[in-house]
Each structure stands twice: as C-alpha cells, then as structure tokens.
C-alpha cells in the first residue's frame, strides 16, 4: 500500500471511529441471524471482499476504494435510495470504513456522510457489523447487525414514532442483505 493510501485510509478510519463511537445516542438498531450449511472459511470468503458491502440495501454503487485491505480500508459510494424512508434520493456521496476485521470472526463498516449539499445533513450515519459463530465443520451462524448512529432534523417526539417503524425497515434491509450473501455462497459453490 502507498504511503498516501495509508494516510488516506487513517484519515477516514479515525472520523469513522469519532463520528461512531463518540455519539452515545444509537436511534436505531436491528440484528438478524441465520445459519448457513456451508464452512466458516466459505462464508468469510464471500464477506472479506470489501465489494459485498456495495450490494446491499444502503449502499448502491462503489466509485472508488483503496487497496489497503482488512481495517481501515474505505472507499467512496453512491446512495440513490434509502434503506429507511421509501423514496428515491439524490445521488449522495459517502464513505464507508472498514472498522473491524476478524478473520473468520467478524466485519463492521462505518459510513460517513461527505455530502457537502443541503439534504445531507439529515442522512443518518450507521455502523454495519457481521460476525461468523462456526457451528459445525460445515454449519456457520452469521448474525448481521446495523446500528443507525444519528438522524439529524427529527423532533424527540417524531423519533419516538419513527424509531419502530425504522427499525422494521432496517430489518427488511438485513433480510435482503442474508439472501445477498446465500446467492454468492451458491455461486461459490
């Protein structure tokens, strides 16, 4: 990796680590697991290439990514919709950092709102996390957990209405995420 790679992807690591762990309000959070009948070692393979996060219901098109690989690499991605409020949205620009990396354990990645347009503040920041339990030589649990850090813009009061029916949204989103991962473990098949 380059020197200016590396400072790169330690400068997107850090703000994803303060923007993350530095708000003490998670306003959504969801988890879904289910069990896979194939290895640990298959199913890491799947998840270790940085470009499963573009296909998934909050990230939609990767325009740029570091070769770091494991912690701290990022890349740049395009949003056209959003995976809580059920319309289309203006072309956004994030980054997504990956934060933790397990080999065969577990996988986060952080996003990062770098819109500077007016609408962007609004876009929650979320952190997405996979964790790999082996079960059986050939059985894995994959849970799938996304916490939405900070929605900006929103009342106390619309939160608290919000906050169920988000949730159920989110959670629509992981179950599309799963079927995502099972079609790429069938065709590694």
């Given amino acids: 990796m380059s020197a200016e790679a590396a400072e790169g992807s330690a400068y997107w690591s850090t703000q994803a680590r303060t923007r993350v762990t530095e708000n003490p309000r998670l306003e959504v959070m969801a988890r879904k697991s289910f069990v896979i009948e194939r290895a640990v070692e298959d199913v890491w393979r799947v998840i270790a290439d940085p470009l499963h996060w573009e296909a998934d219901a909050f990230h939609n098109?990767?325009?740029?990514?570091?070769?770091?690989?494991?912690?701290?690499?990022?890349?740049?991605?395009?949003?056209?919709?959003?995976?809580?409020?059920?319309w289309p949205m203006p072309d956004q620009r994030f980054v997504g950092v990956?934060?933790?990396?397990e080999p065969l354990q577990r996988q986060s990645v952080a996003e990062l709102n770098i819109d500077d347009s007016a609408g962007s503040k609004r876009t929650p920041d979320h952190k997405q996390l996979i964790e790999l339990e082996p079960l059986a030589p050939a059985r894995t649990r994959l849970t799938y957990t996304v916490a939405t850090i900070r929605m900006e813009g929103i009342s106390e009061v619309t939160r608290f209405f919000f906050r169920p029916w988000a949730r159920?949204?989110?959670r629509r989103a992981i179950g599309k995420k799963l079927a995502h991962i099972r079609k790429d473990l069938a065709q590694s098949a």
């Fill in 98 to 101: 990956i934060m933790d990396w």
């Fill in 168 to 170: 159920l949204q989110l």
């Fill in 61 to 86: 098109q990767i325009v740029d990514m570091n070769d770091a690989g494991g912690t701290g690499t990022y890349f740049e991605m395009l949003h056209t919709n959003h995976p809580i409020i059920p």
